[in-house]
Structures are given as structure tokens and as C-alpha cells.
């Protein structure tokens, strides 16, 4: 099963907190995971900023949401520019934007830790619901499946027919408390998908002819794209917000 990337965790569990439905402490924990330390560099002049201070900065600069990125070449959903920043975020593969507060935020992987790069970042554009990117999805992974079962892939990987058999099987949640359980369930399914689409692009390249091999190359790219677009919809839909005490 795959794990969230680390935008991912930031964005359901900045939202869990910012919704009053996780603590400060335990937001930050689930962030950080087995890694060393999260920081971020550039929120302001006084260096690297731990993660827990660097949230409530963000909170007191007018933060209200966070929306998650997955992007790639030529794929670049759910980024505005500037272009230092959608260039930061598509060589990561990912990326932040803090709703309210103009920042976007990009990981880099140093060691055991992650700094986070905090750019200038226009107002992210209006992405996919929840339904809408679950159609999608769904509709990618009922045309990858044909395509893949007309090919004979899980031939090739065994694997891949226990990841599709598994494919409405129950897991642990894999978003922050108070989610809706409709996009816990987009995310689980996206997380899936992905894992397919790994299998499946790692059958042995002499598994058919070269048009077998552009049909899986075509349907891969749908299913992993529409995966992604799912994923960073799931992430950005905010848990439900805890009224006042």
C-alpha cells in the first residue's frame, strides 16, 4: 500500500487542525512520521522554522485551507505561478498552497529530514470536487482494466490481480480525523490505483508487441494521472470544522 506523500500529509492534517479536529501536536507528528525533522525555509528572515512554529505563523498571516499538488511535466493541475514556484513544485512532484496566506510550499528530502521551500504563490485554481474526480478516476481504472486484461499483464505481474481483486477490500484511514468518509474512500482508491499502475508498468518491456506496449503505456498514464488529480482532490476537500467552544 502506499504511503501519502509528504504535501499530502501536510495538507489533511494542517486542514485537521485548522478545523479544530487534531491538536497542534499531533498534526505535526502525523506530518513528520519516521522522518528526523520538518522545516521550512524562507517563511521569514530568521532561517529554517520548525513545522509547529512555522503552522501557527501561517494561521496568523490569514491561512485558511491548504490544497495539495501532485504534478509533473507537462501535467502541472492545481498550480497558478509564478513560475519559480510551479517549476520548484513540478522538479519535486508536488507541492503546497496555503489558501489565504499566498504561499505555496515545495519538500526537498535532506537526509532523515524535509526542508520545505516557501515561494510566493498565486491564489490556486478551483480543482475537482470529490464527485467529480471519482468519476474520473473510476472511469480510468474501468478503461486500464480492459486494456490490461485484453494485454494479459497479470500474467507477466501476479501481483497485479491481487491489487485489482483488492481494489474494494477495507484499510486504516489514510486522511486526517473529521474527513468526509466519501474522501477517504476517493483516497484509498487513488492510493490503489497508483500501486496498479506500478505493477503494471513494471512488466517486462517484452510483454507483447510494441502496439500492446503503447495500449499500456496510453492506459497507465490515464489511470496514474486521474490517481493523482484524485488524490490532491481528497486531500484539499478540508475535514468538517469543529464549532467554537
Request: proline share 8%.
Amino acid at each position: 500500500m502506499w504511503t501519502l506523500q509528504p504535501s499530502l500529509r501536510w495538507a489533511t492534517w494542517f486542514n485537521a487542525w485548522l478545523a479544530g479536529q487534531t491538536s497542534l501536536d499531533d498534526a505535526r507528528d502525523a506530518v513528520v512520521g519516521s522522518d528526523a525533522a520538518h522545516d521550512v525555509l524562507g517563511l521569514d528572515d530568521s532561517g529554517p522554522t520548525p513545522l509547529i512554529i512555522a503552522w501557527g505563523r501561517l494561521r496568523s498571516q490569514g491561512a485558511t485551507a491548504a490544497r495539495a499538488a501532485l504534478v509533473t511535466p507537462g501535467d502541472p493541475a492545481g498550480l497558478a505561478g509564478p513560475p519559480v514556484f510551479n517549476e520548484a513544485a513540478v522538479d519535486a512532484g508536488e507541492a503546497v498552497l496555503i489558501e489565504g496566506a499566498g504561499v505555496g510550499l515545495v519538500p526537498e528530502v535532506v537526509g532523515r529530514g524535509v526542508f520545505w521551500h516557501c515561494h510566493v504563490a498565486a491564489p490556486p485554481p478551483s480543482g475537482s470536487d470529490v464527485p467529480d474526480a471519482e468519476r474520473a478516476l473510476r472511469l480510468a481504472l474501468a478503461r486500464a482494466a480492459v486494456d490490461l486484461a485484453d494485454l494479459d499483464v497479470a500474467r507477466w505481474r501476479p501481483e497485479l490481480a491481487d491489487a485489482l481483486a483488492g481494489l474494494r477490500a477495507k484499510t486504516l484511514p489514510v486522511l486526517a480525523p473529521g474527513y468526509p468518509v466519501r474522501a477517504e474512500q476517493l483516497a484509498t482508491l487513488a492510493l490503489r490505483c497508483l500501486r496498479i499502475g506500478d505493477l503494471a508498468t513494471q512488466a517486462p518491456s517484452g510483454a507483447g508487441t510494441s502496439y500492446e506496449l503503447d495500449v499500456r503505456h496510453h492506459a497507465l498514464l490515464e489511470l496514474t494521472a486521474a490517481a493523482r488529480h484524485a488524490l490532491a482532490s481528497a486531500a484539499s476537500t478540508g475535514p468538517h470544522r469543529e464549532p467554537p467552544s
